[in-house]
């Protein structure tokens, strides 16, 4: 009797022990959430810029080396470094007694042939001269008028004066010192009218235009605008750099020599779709953004354009502006999974 009690008990266990593992217990589903931050999608406008560093110079036409036609001694300087002066105005003055000298003997000279000629006149006049002694006559008087013109044009060029409208950037030299032909008394230069001068390389100037827009940013921080007025055929081959030139505004503030960043706008796109950059994730060669949808949130994938600050181009099937996607903690996101968005 026992033997059979003990064999149904065994029976009964081994019945439970079948049911248990052949019938696992389902377990609860656990729903993981992330917490997340989200932005909606905006449109923006879209520039793309090409940067560098310039120098800025002044135009060609825009500057000056002041030098002496004549050797002598500067006697007066009319102006001071940094003074603005206009074209035709006297700047320096070289000395002019050995000019008035000279003045004076042709003034004399002139002088006598004038009463010659004036006899001769007279004598002619009357017959009384023969035609031989007429004409040297006047050819003397024209002889010494031509001397005297020649002598004061000498004279003039002792007097040196601005060749254009300018600042004085410099003066080499002071009242009493001898200077020789050719020396260079000061530069002049036409503040107002400076360009840019910006080494792009050369793979990058196939996009550059005349005429482009450019922002320019000086040291202080101002902003200063401009266009392409220039650009170089020939490529620095040292530098793979080809010379781009810009214009700048007339009252810029900008020195020469003075360096500055340069932005050359080189493509606009308005109205386009944007998100921050935060948003992007780049896996396997795709770009992806998540897409809030309730409290849930679903990767797409998009193409990405030009970069302005802190927001990227996108575009995609279903994107629109005003669509929330996940900004802090999309990267690393699964595919679609609940999100929390934190405040």
Excluded at 108 to 123: G, I, S
Excluded at 305 to 310: K, Q
């Amino acid at each position: 009797m026992k033997y059979g009690f003990w064999l149904i008990i065994a029976g009964i266990i081994g019945v439970m022990f079948w049911k248990i593992n052949a019938e696992p217990v389902a377990e609860p589903e656990v729903i993981t959430e992330v917490s997340v931050q989200t932005a909606s999608i905006v449109k923006m406008n879209f520039r793309r810029f090409i940067f560098g560093y310039g120098l800025v110079e002044p135009e060609p036409a825009a500057s000056a080396k002041i030098a002496v036609p004549l050797a002598g001694i500067v006697s007066q300087i009319h102006c001071r470094e940094g003074q603005l002066v206009k074209k035709g105005d006297l700047l320096f003055e070289l000395d002019t007694r050995s000019s008035d000298a000279l003045i004076a003997k042709a003034g004399v000279a002139v002088a006598f042939a004038e009463k010659n000629f004036a006899r001769k006149q007279q004598l002619n006049a009357s017959d009384n001269v023969s035609r031989k002694l007429y004409d040297e006559a006047e050819q003397l008087l024209q002889a010494a008028r031509k001397d005297l013109l020649s002598v004061q044009t000498q004279r003039e060029l002792l007097q040196i004066k601005a060749p254009l409208s300018g600042t004085v950037a410099a003066i080499h030299f002071k009242v009493g010192e001898a200077v020789n032909l050719n020396t260079v008394l000061a530069d002049l230069i036409d503040l107002r009218r400076l360009h840019i001068a910006v080494k792009v390389p050369s793979v990058e100037v196939t996009d550059i235009r005349l005429g482009q827009f450019v922002a320019i940013t000086a040291g202080s921080g101002a902003n200063i605008t401009g266009s392409v007025t220039l650009i170089g055929a020939q490529i620095d081959q040292l530098t793979d750099t080809i010379l781009v030139r810009a214009s700048v505004v007339a009252e810029s503030g900008l020195r020469p020599g003075q360096f500055v960043s340069v932005g050359i706008l080189v493509e606009e796109r308005p109205d386009r779709l944007a998100v921050p950059v935060a948003s992007v994730v780049n896996k396997e060669g795709s770009s992806l953004i998540a897409v809030v949808d309730g409290d849930s949130a679903v990767q797409q994938t998009i193409k990405t354009g030009l970069r302005d600050g802190g927001f990227i181009e996108v575009a995609g099937a279903g994107l629109v502006e005003g669509t929330v996607v996940v900004t802090e903690g999309a990267y690393g996101l699964p595919s679609k999974t609940r999100v929390k968005v934190a405040q």
